[in-house]
């Protein structure tokens, strides 16, 4: 989650004792199923193949209760070299971007020791489809602030679109490379950057002066060395909060959250936009809060999981909502509820005895599970990754 003008330095705005969770579930070892509640119509049925369970046919969840991994989040998965990439604060509190392989061996400091990177916070963390570069955000050096929760420099942690740069750096650690240089202020930075699935185009949301945002489309050029250009600004709905999560399939189309017709962050909504016309979809209904859009391809054309409180209960002693996940098709048809993390039942096997904000996903290579991350404290910003599995019939 992300946190827009006005908030007063937390992304929900609730007190630290109310943010801590629960951690004697995190090392249970069970699987927890539920039965997808459709909310329109039924799922596409093609699969991709006999033992494949995607997301378009699942009829179902399964949630490992033991974490994939703790003290990180932000995971994004390369399938061209089946490699990890996500972020985790070190010693001194600073976020740092690591890559792995799945079995958590031969794990890397993205743009470690390079002189030209700024060694203070480093983070949201997005993969080249080739697997040769990652984009990321890093903090400016010329800025530092006061340290709150534990985190030095508090405004500039990654996802707070504050006192940040895009960066762009190979994974055999050899180079980097500064893609934007955003004015120093409080009020701007650059927020979650993504590539599209052709390599070509790469989405972010810059925060303006006044706290308000635009999504910039730019291409990327590799030669003669990695760099942007054809910026182009959309603000489909004026001045109001935005921010991507996705492109299409075909590169045509971006997937973002905002809150352009509600003009309440906490009723954001998820929209599509076309990037040839400008002219946005909104996919969400009703008055609950969406974010983190991410396209899924899988046989039955594309799929978009998404983050929403929509059917969640608040837990005792909480002053936020927690989130689930749900997926829809991306003309906003076939949403159906993916987990019940949030639901306060004894007998809901998803409950885990707390407030679970579900964010991002990353999908595995053959489509039957994706990386969740979960932030387990809001106001340190801190997250851990689960395992969430589709089943089918």
């Known amino acids: 989650m992300t946190p827009r003008a006005g908030w007063p330095r937390l992304p929900m705005m609730a007190a630290a004792r109310t943010m801590a969770m629960a951690m004697a579930t995190a090392m249970a070892t069970a699987m927890a199923v539920v039965r997808l509640a459709s909310a329109q119509e039924p799922a596409a049925t093609t699969a991709q193949a006999p033992s494949a369970c995607t997301v378009d046919r699942a009829i179902g969840t ?73 984009l990321f955000v890093a903090q400016k050096a010329q800025w530092h602030g006061p340290r709150l929760f534990g985190n030095p420099d508090y405004e500039a942690l990654p996802g707070f679109g504050r006192h940040d740069d895009l960066w762009l750096a190979s994974v055999d650690g050899r180079e980097a490379w500064k893609l934007t240089d955003e004015p120093n202020t409080r009020d701007e930075g650059v927020l979650l950057p993504v590539f599209a699935p052709d390599g070509r185009t790469v989405a972010w949301s810059a925060r303006q002066p006044g706290g308000k945002y635009a999504l910039i489309v730019a291409d990327f050029v590799e030669r003669p060395m990695p760099h942007l250009e054809n910026r182009r600004t959309y603000r489909p709905g004026g001045a109001a909060y935005y921010e991507p999560g996705s492109f299409t399939s075909d590169g045509r189309s971006l997937l973002y959250a905002s809150d352009q017709d509600t003009h309440s962050f906490w009723q954001s909504q998820i929209y599509r936009m076309d990037l040839a016309t400008g002219e946005s979809r909104r996919l969400t209904t009703g008055k609950a809060y969406n974010e983190h859009p991410v396209v899924l391809g899988t046989p039955g054309g594309d799929w978009v999981v998404y983050m929403s409180t929509r059917g969640v209960d608040r837990f005792p002693r909480r002053v936020m909502l927690g989130t689930d996940w749900y997926a829809m098709r991306p003309d906003g048809s076939g949403t159906k509820r993916l987990t019940t993390m949030n639901v306060d039942r004894k007998d809901n096997p998803q409950n885990f005895g707390d407030m679970q904000v579900a964010t991002t996903v990353a999908v595995s290579p053959r489509g039957d599970f994706v990386l969740g991350d979960v932030q387990d404290d809001l106001a340190r910003q801190t997250g851990l990754v689960r395992v969430v599995r589709f089943t089918c019939p």
């Open 62 to 134: 399964t949630v490992e209760r033991a974490p994939f991994l703790v003290r990180g989040y932000g995971m994004r998965w390369n399938l061209a070299t089946d490699r990890l990439a996500f972020m985790e604060p070190d010693a001194s509190g600073y976020y740092r971007v690591v890559t792995m392989r799945p079995d958590g061996s031969d794990r890397r400091r993205l743009a470690e020791g390079l002189p030209q990177v700024p060694t203070m916070h480093q983070g949201v963390p997005f993969w080249h489809p080739s697997g040769r570069y990652v």
